[in-house]
C-alpha cells in the first residue's frame, strides 16, 4: 500500500517531465529509484514495528504437585436398617456388646402422637472391661424424638454380664413410621455397640 502511494506520484511527475522534453531512460531510472526508496522505507517501518511489538513467547506453567489423600479412620459403622434390635459388631480396645431382646417398644409399635415413652433393651457385655457409669447411651442419628444427646448408664455391668439400658423419648405429633439410632459410648468416647427403636404413629 505504501509502495503505490510513493510510486503513483512519481509516475504522474514521470510523465510530466516527458511532457517537457525529459528522455524516456531519465525517466525510468526515476521510476527505479523510486521504487527502491519505497521498499527501504516499508522495510524500515517494518522492522521498527516488529521491534516496538515483540512477539509473546509462551511461558510453560509449572507442573502441580499433588499432596496425597488424607485417610479418613472410622473407629465404628453404624448399622442401617434390619431386623433386630440391636448389633453386637462394633468394639473398642475393652468394650463389646451383644444385643439380647427387647424390653419394652419391641419393633413397630404403635405409639399414639405426643405421648412418652420409655425404650429399654437388654445387653450383653461381651467386651473385656466393665462397662462403668462412665459409659453412656448417646444418639447417633434418624430420629431422636425427643431423646437426650446422651444418657449415663444407671449402672455397672461387668464382662460377660446382662443389663438394660433406656432412653426417656416422646411420639413425633405427626402419623408416620420413626426409626431411632443409638449407641453405647465407652469412657473414652469411643462407640462400641449399637441398638434402634423403631415406632408407628398412627
Known sequence: MMKRQIILPLLVLALALAACGISEADIQLTVV???????????????????????????????PTLEPTPTLQVSATVPSGGTGTGTGTGTTSCGGMTFVSDVTIPDGEEVAAGTAFTKTWSVQNSGTCEWSTAFQLAFSHGDQMGGPTSNPLPAAITVGSTGSVSVALVAPATAGEYVGHWALVDASGQAFGYLYVEIKVP
Open 33 to 63: 529509484a523510486a521504487e527502491t526508496n519505497a521498499v527501504s522505507t516499508a522495510y524500515v517501518q517494518l522492522t521498527e514495528f516488529a521491534l516496538a511489538n515483540p512477539s509473546a513467547t509462551p511461558t510453560l506453567m509449572p507442573t
